[in-house]
């Protein structure tokens, strides 16, 4: 990769490198410049500039996160717990349908592997090569509500979607195994290969069962009508349920990826183009202060 001199960049460039930083860090990166001395200037540092830093930061240090997933887990035992004060004899057994990753299971290493290796959008290659590594961590409130559920005989249905060949389902198996969570066996784990509409298992579920929570940390954990390529539908689709959050629907916070992804760039693992990082620029600035 050949370098400039940072001190020669065209006006062009610079009005785009501080147009990038005050949209919150989503910058272009700049090219990386072979240093005879150990230290690397921002200026010509790729890692200083992916766009994920801010994302991957927070997961990664802030108490806020943590605060907002037990707040999440909280909240759903409260319901869980009012639910069950209301069951009568002869009702359906109760239970809840999870999503796997960033609603019980972080990723959070994968993330910082990824930076280090210069990735600035999901790379699903170094997902498959990471999921069978098992080093993942349960999320803050999880692994407590989850054994919650159990006493109190309230089942708990897994749905993921993942696909890393033929050993996907056993791969998820080891990894819910690992956190030691409550009924990981082939009657309540399910993982979709082939697409992420988890819908089927809500119904399924639901005839059986009194189905009192999902969580997830996407909205089309919920209801499929959130799978639109489209930033302002999915925005209103969102107000039309607004109800529902908190009291059917647990969300987790997730700043990296999910559905909300594709509504900005119509996928939802875009590649790493200018093209894409234009899209990312667009919408981290569909409101901006002029200046004036």
């Known amino acids: ?54 994302a991957v930061a927070w997961k990664q240090t802030a108490a806020e996160f943590g605060a907002l997933c037990y707040q999440a887990y909280n909240l759903a035992t409260l319901r869980l717990d009012g639910a069950l004060s209301r069951r009568k004899h002869g009702d ?7 999503d796997m990753d960033n609603t019980i299971i972080q990723a959070v290493n994968y993330w910082g592997y990824l930076i280090n290796e210069g990735g600035e959008f999901f790379d699903d290659a170094i997902w498959d090569q990471w999921i069978p590594k098992n ?50 066996d082939e009657a309540h784990v399910t993982v979709n290969r082939a697409s992420s509409n988890k819908m089927a298992i809500k119904e399924k579920v639901s005839v059986s069962h009194d189905l009192v929570l999902m969580l997830g940390d996407n909205l089309n954990d919920y209801k499929r009508d959130y799978y639109v390529a489209d930033v302002d539908e999915r925005y209103a689709l969102m107000e039309r349920d607004r109800d529902d959050y908190g009291d059917r629907f647990i969300l987790l916070p997730n700043p990296t990826d999910g559905h909300w992804v594709r509504a900005i760039f119509g996928e939802s693992e875009p590649a790493p ?20």
């Open 135 to 184: 080093l993942v961590q349960a999320v803050p409130g999880s692994k407590t509500f989850l054994d919650h559920c159990q006493a109190n005989g309230v089942e708990v249905f897994y749905v993921s979607n993942r696909d890393q060949g033929d050993r996907t389902y056993e791969y998820a198996l080891a990894q819910l195994r690992l956190l030691n969570f409550p009924y990981v």
């Open 273 to 292: 183009t200018d093209a894409n990082r234009r899209l990312l620029l667009d919408a981290a600035t569909r409101s901006a202060w002029d200046g004036q």
């Open 92 to 98: 359906k057994p109760l239970a809840i349908i999870t």
């Open 1 to 54: 990769m050949s370098c400039d001199n940072p001190t020669s960049e065209t006006d062009n460039q610079r009005r785009r490198l501080v147009a990038y930083l005050l949209a919150g860090g989503a910058a272009l990166p700049l090219a990386a410049c072979a240093q005879t001395s150990t230290e690397r200037t921002e200026a010509t540092d790729v890692s200083l500039h992916n766009p994920l830093l801010w």
